[in-house]
């Protein structure tokens, strides 16, 4: 697959690997050169991001994976203060 480089130094992904790799808008990658002329190009997964199970999900074999509900702590706030007595 061949893409070109814009003026402004960006190099846009073709949609069929965007779809294929769940790549959206704002995410990060690492680049690295291994030698003049060639790169490798990495997806960096940071925490919340899809990862082995967004795959599975994705799996052609549809049904046999089922996700288990978990809880988050990410709405659990400060722990609430009981009034002392006097």
Do not use: N
Request: aromatic share 6%; proline share 10%.
């Amino acid at each position: 697959m061949r893409t070109k480089l814009s003026s402004k130094g960006q190099i846009v992904l073709p949609a069929e690997l965007r779809e294929q790799d769940d790549i959206h808008s704002g995410q990060q990658f690492e680049i690295q050169r291994v030698q003049p002329g060639e790169y490798l190009l990495k997806k960096v997964i940071e925490p919340g991001q899809p990862g082995l199970a967004a795959w599975l999900q994705r799996c052609p074999e549809q049904g046999w994976f089922q996700p288990i509900p978990s809880e988050t702590t990410d709405t659990i706030g400060p722990p609430k203060r009981r009034a002392r007595k006097r």
